[in-house]
């Protein structure tokens, strides 16, 4: 009585073995295609581009030490308000300190790290900072001269774009200089926001406000 069934069992199994490798193979290809596809339409990344001194820190006139660094009030939640809403946070600064050797760019990289640190402690990733040595009146004669890197030069924001998968478009820049907003109007991004004191002062940024601290309320408006 079981001799049918087994043996159409036996037969089931050994057409089921010759065609495995055929079904693997279709299964591998399927998953490679619904990761292509997966790939193709994921979309970008939008960026908060920071400035340094004058928007992240204190700027007492290059600083490029642990000791001469004190974060602006307010930054902690203003970039932890960013980074909810999605934007990763890239750094972009200029670092003339280092070509004029008031600091070496080793002294900058300890500081560096160890802003990064501080911000990990808050809850927020800075994703990278980029920066430029250069400046054409430095002293320290491996970094003087001019750079593409140095803003208003677009330079450090496209690689960051290239780097990071961004969209610009959709990005914002924040700084305290007229250099800063420039950079980011010639990298494309969406909006660009100048931190200053005097609200009479003329730029071509899309929106002026006094304080990091306001960039909540700025990021609503983009939004909005």
């Not at 927020?124 to 002293?139: A, E, M, S, T, W």
């Not at 320290?140 to 677009?154: A, C, D, I, L, Y």
């Not at 914002?172 to 931190?195: H, N, P, Q, Y």
Request: aromatic residues 10%; negative net charge.
């Amino acid at each position: 009585m079981l001799d049918p069934i087994l043996n159409l069992a036996e037969k089931f199994f050994v057409k089921f073995l010759e065609f495995a490798p055929i079904f693997k193979m279709v299964a591998s290809a399927f998953i490679s295609m619904m990761t292509v596809h997966e790939g193709a339409f994921s979309s970008m990344n939008k960026a908060l581009f920071l400035d340094r001194d004058g928007v992240v820190n204190v700027d007492t006139h290059y600083v490029g030490r642990i000791e001469d660094f004190e974060f602006i009030p307010g930054i902690f939640d203003s970039l932890r308000a960013a980074q909810e809403q999605g934007y990763i946070l890239i750094v972009v600064t200029n670092q003339a300190g280092i070509a004029r050797g008031f600091y070496t760019e080793e002294d900058f990289l300890r500081l560096t790290e160890w802003m990064k640190d501080a911000f990990l402690k808050e809850n927020i990733l800075i994703r990278q900072v980029y920066y430029c040595p250069f400046h054409v009146d430095g002293v320290v004669e491996e970094f003087k001269g001019e750079s593409p890197m140095r803003k208003p030069n677009p330079g450090m924001l496209l690689q960051a774009k290239q780097e990071h998968d961004i969209d610009c478009a959709q990005s914002i820049m924040i700084g305290d200089k007229e250099s800063d907003i420039e950079a980011g109007k010639r990298a494309g991004v969406g909006c660009t926001v100048l931190v200053t004191q005097d609200k009479s002062l003329g730029t071509s940024a899309d929106k002026v406000i006094a304080s990091i601290a306001e960039l909540p309320d700025c990021l609503g408006w983009i939004k909005g």
